[in-house]
T-cell receptor
C-alpha cells in the first residue's frame, strides 16, 4: 500500500532547462508535503514544503505545486543546474502532533547534463 | 549549530544477532524519528520519540525498539536480525512545537546482515 508514489524512477534534463518532478498520494489525511534531495552517502536534505491550505510555494529556483483534488504535487526547478543532480523524494505527513511521521515516495533520480 | 550525527556509519552483523544504532539530535530539537531505507526505496517511518516516550510507530515488528534520553539523543535497537533488515537507517530530528514538520536527517547507519 504505497500512499505516496513517484512514478518516474529517473529524469534527465539539460542545464538551464526546467526540471519537473511529480508525486501522487492517496491519503486524504495528509496535511503537509515536502521535497527532499539526497546525494550518495548523505542523509536527505530538506528543499521545500507546502501545507494543504496552499497550492503553490516558491523558494528561489524551486517551486512546489499542490493539486489537492487530483492528490498530486510537483516540484519545478528553474533553471536546472548540474549540482541539482541527486535523488529527489517527495514526502507527506499528517498535521497536529504527528510531526516527523512522514511517508516517502520511492524517489526520482534527476540528472542535469551540462 | 551541530547537525544530526549517527553512529556507527557502517556495520555488518549476522542473522539472529542484535544491533544498537545511535543518534544525536540537532541542537535545540526535542523530537527524534527513525527511518529505514532499503536499496532503491524511499525512507520508511519506524517510530518517533518525543520527551523520552514513543510517539507513533510505523509498520515494524516489536523487535525494533528505541530509546530517547534526557539530552534528546536516541537509540534504535533491533533484535533477532533478519536478512531483510539490511538497509540504511536514518535518524531525523525536529523541534516539534515549531510546526511545518521539517526534519533534519543524519547521514545514516548502513547495516548489512549476512
Amino acid at each position: 500500500d504505497q500512499q505516496v508514489k513517484q512514478n518516474s524512477p529517473s529524469l534527465s534534463v539539460q542545464e538551464g532547462r526546467i526540471s519537473i518532478l511529480n508525486c501522487d498520494y492517496t491519503n486524504s489525511m495528509f496535511d503537509y508535503f515536502l521535497w527532499y534531495k539526497k546525494y550518495p552517502a548523505e542523509g536527505p536534505t530538506f528543499l521545500i514544503s507546502i501545507s494543504s491550505i496552499k497550492d503553490k510555494n516558491e523558494d528561489g529556483r524551486f517551486t512546489v505545486f499542490l493539486n489537492k483534488s487530483a492528490k498530486h504535487l510537483s516540484l519545478h526547478i528553474v533553471p536546472s543546474q548540474p549540482g541539482d543532480s541527486a535523488v529527489y523524494f517527495c514526502a507527506a505527513g499528517p498535521g497536529g502532533t504527528s510531526y516527523g511521521k512522514l511517508t516517502f515516495g520511492q524517489g526520482t533520480i534527476l540528472t542535469v547534463h551540462p | 549549530e551541530t547537525g544530526v550525527t549517527q553512529s556507527p556509519t557502517h556495520l555488518i552483523k549476522t542473522r539472529g544477532q542484535q544491533v544498537t544504532l545511535r543518534c544525536s539530535s540537532q541542537s535545540g530539537h526535542n523530537t527524534v524519528s527513525w527511518y529505514q531505507q532499503a536499496l532503491g526505496q524511499g525512507p520508511q517511518f519506524i517510530f518517533q520519540y518525543y520527551r523520552e516516550e514513543e510517539n507513533g510507530r510505523g509498520n515494524f515488528p516489536p523487535r525494533f525498539s528505541g530509546l530517547q534520553f534526557p539530552n534528546y539523543s536516541s537509540e534504535l535497537n533491533v533484535n533477532a536480525l533478519e536478512l531483510d533488515d539490511s538497509a540504511l537507517y536514518l535518524c531525523a530530528s525536529t523541534f516539534r512545537d515549531r510546526g511545518a514538520g521539517e526534519l533534519f536527517f543524519g547521514e545514516g547507519s548502513r547495516l548489512t546482515v549476512l
